[in-house]
């Protein structure tokens, strides 16, 4: 899952370089939740590497696309003078593009690590070694709503004052993974003498000591700084404007997404593969076939056509599980065709596969 974007990667001594990486974060302004961005050092890393426009997000002055997104009315022209339309137009091919579309808006929630992966091993050892702590913890996490909702709010509790407490008297390893660009956390200033590491915990140690436990006491009891942690923790719901309701909603659109960012963990293909082609008719495990290969014939072209334009004939199955409960928002898209092209393909004029259609 790319969590983080780079402007620049380049070949150097057999291995690839990273430049001017930049990491999504998520906060809240006016209101309404941004994705901002947190830079890294640059550094050689393993794995594929793509050639994609900067993200709304990444830093401001990034390089963006290398050629300029065409003119409205040159991408009107295409869009009537090329059998694009007819493309976008065929069912499969309609719902192909809602469904892309769809997965673009859950970028920012999807593409935001658990950090609470791990936590319910650590929170038993914790309440082993730090009883006092942990039930404090779990005195300040009651919330309303379903269970899970509530099972889940305590998680998050539990997992902010424990590292507060780890913070202040301890240490805790943090395991590296695809979050970050293979970065282990993100550091944050959040009080005085108080980096709070935001990634995921591998092993916590605690060494308590009078300075120590004076320090953990205070972190503890204040309020604010709670809610800042377990800003870091959970940032689709941060700290400013805090309710039940906006709880309830943050937590219900991130436990419908664990399907998808458990299956990109552990699927060899992405969640959502560009430009992968297979045997006519076959599809890989954990994926279904939503354009057939003679829909493509029929419209003029192939699977090298959707390649090429990035529109993928497969799609996962957590993801076409997600879009079933999802049907009112596809169709409303599916109503408008031009958008859903314009959306997926403006800024990509010069490499669109539908100027090799017939």
């Not at 293979?182 to 108080?194: K, S």
């Not at 605690?206 to 205070?218: F, K, L, N, Q, V």
Request: charged fraction near 25%.
């Amino acid at each position: 899952m790319a969590f983080a974007w780079a402007e620049r990667v380049r070949r150097v001594e057999g291995g690839l370089r990273a430049e001017n990486i930049q990491v999504p974060v998520l906060s809240r302004k006016e209101g309404k939740g941004r994705v901002g961005h947190h830079a890294l050092l640059e550094r050689v890393f393993c794995g594929y590497a793509y050639r994609e426009p900067a993200p709304d997000w990444f830093a401001p002055g990034a390089a963006g696309p290398e050629a300029e997104p065409p003119a409205l009315d040159a991408w009107e022209r295409r869009w009537h003078t090329t059998p694009l339309a007819r493309l976008c137009r065929h069912p499969e091919v309609l719902l192909a593009l809602a469904q892309d579309r769809l997965a673009a808006t859950l970028a920012p929630i999807l593409h935001q690590p658990d950090l609470l992966a791990g936590e319910d091993r650590l929170y038993q050892d914790w309440t082993r070694h730090r009883p006092e702590a942990a039930a404090e913890a779990d005195r300040f996490a009651e919330a309303d709503g379903p269970p899970v909702l509530r099972h889940f709010r305590r998680r998050l509790r539990r997992a902010a004052v424990r590292r507060l407490d780890a913070a202040a008297l301890g240490r805790e390893i943090f395991r590296p993974g695809p979050a970050y660009f293979g970065e282990p956390y993100l550091a944050f200033d959040l009080a005085p003498g108080l980096v709070f590491k935001a990634g995921i915990v591998q092993l916590a140690s605690y060494w308590p000591s009078p300075e120590g436990e004076a320090r953990s006491r205070a972190w503890r009891a204040n309020g604010p700084l709670v809610a800042a942690a377990e800003e870091k923790l959970f940032p689709i719901w941060p700290a400013e404007g805090r309710t039940g309701k906006s709880f309830a909603a943050a937590a219900a659109g991130w436990l419908a997404l664990a399907p998808l960012r458990d299956f990109e963990l552990c699927s060899p293909l992405p969640l959502f593969p560009g430009s992968t082609m297979y045997p006519e008719g076959w599809a890989p495990p954990g994926f279904r076939v939503r354009i057939r290969p003679e829909t493509m014939r029929a419209l003029g072209g192939s699977y090298l056509t959707l390649a090429a334009a990035g529109l993928s004939p497969y799609v996962a199955e957590p993801f076409l599980d997600y879009c079933a409960n999802r049907g009112a928002w596809l169709d409303a898209a599916m109503g408008d065709p031009a958008g859903l092209a314009a959306a997926k393909w403006a800024g990509f004029a010069p490499a669109l596969a539908y100027d090799m259609l017939p």
